[in-house]
Each structure stands twice: as C-alpha cells, then as structure tokens.
C-alpha cells in the first residue's frame, strides 16, 4: 500500500473537514490526534498498514495538520485547491501601493524600536491588523469572490513575516532584561 502525499493537495481531507478559512481549530485538533492514535507508527493499532505506509501517513497528518493550523499556510492551501497560483511563488510581489506602505512602515517601526513596551504595542497592533485581512480572506472565500483572494493572502504572508521580527524583536528585549517580565 502506497500512501504518499495524496493528500497534501487538499490537506482538509485527510481530516475530513470542509475547505474554509475560518476553521474549527479544535476540530482540527480532534481530527488529528485521532488519526495519529490510528496511524503514528508507535502507537499504531492498524495490522494492514507497514510501518515504513505507517511513518509515510503520521508524516502527511504532521504536514496537513501544520499547514492547517497556520492562517498563511492555510490560506495557500484554500488558493490551490480553487486553483488560483500561489501569490509569490513566482517572485511576485504587493502590487498595492497602499499595503506596501504599510509594511514598509511597519518594517521602519520595527527597526525603530527601542523598549519592551513599544515592540508590544506594535504586536497588538499588527495582530489586530492580521485579523483583519484573515476576516476579509474568510468572507471573500465564503462568497466565492476569489478576485481579491491573492491581493489578501499576499497582505497576511507579509504580515505574517512581520509579526514573527517583532516576535524576535520582543524577544532581544526580555533575553537584555528578563525582569522586566
């Protein structure tokens, strides 16, 4: 039995759930600790799978999990399952000038940043900001309104990056002065 990766093309249904952005994460959660319980070639109870098919499916569960549980990742997923080209794949970038602006000035804020306190009113402020674009990619996928789609998930794999320096950003602060926290 051969498992591969057939499932990494649309990784909602190897836990059976529906392709949405705005997912029941704990039914995520449910779904794949009950297919590793099946599948993880430690703990598996199935006799008809060998344990290199067994390894080969506890590492498709691993990846489609990851890639759901990450907005960014999921909203690719959602993009190629609809068939729309992965924004960026291609060494594309924002063609809003807009959104550019924003992330330029946000990336300046960043290098900006001098205290613990400023690089955690930046986070809230760039998460409150990624909710919203995860808010406008939920409803223009619900509604099939896929024009806007790329433009977003573009915004949110952008965002995202930023949200991870400021994270490294906070970080530098609390490993100069863990006392302060």
Known sequence: MVVASRFMSNPFELFGLEPTYAMDLKALDAAYFELQRQYHPDKSTQTTHNDHDSALLSSDINAAYQTLKNPVSRAAALLEIIGIPIPGADGESISNDTALLDIFEFQETISL?????????????????????????????DRGDTEALSEIYIKLSYMAKLRKQIDEVEQLFFKRNPLLH
């Open 113 to 141: 940043c001098e205290t613990s306190e400023q690089a955690h009113d930046i986070k809230e402020e760039l998460d409150e900001l990624l909710g919203e674009e995860q808010h406008a990619f939920s409803e223009h996928f």
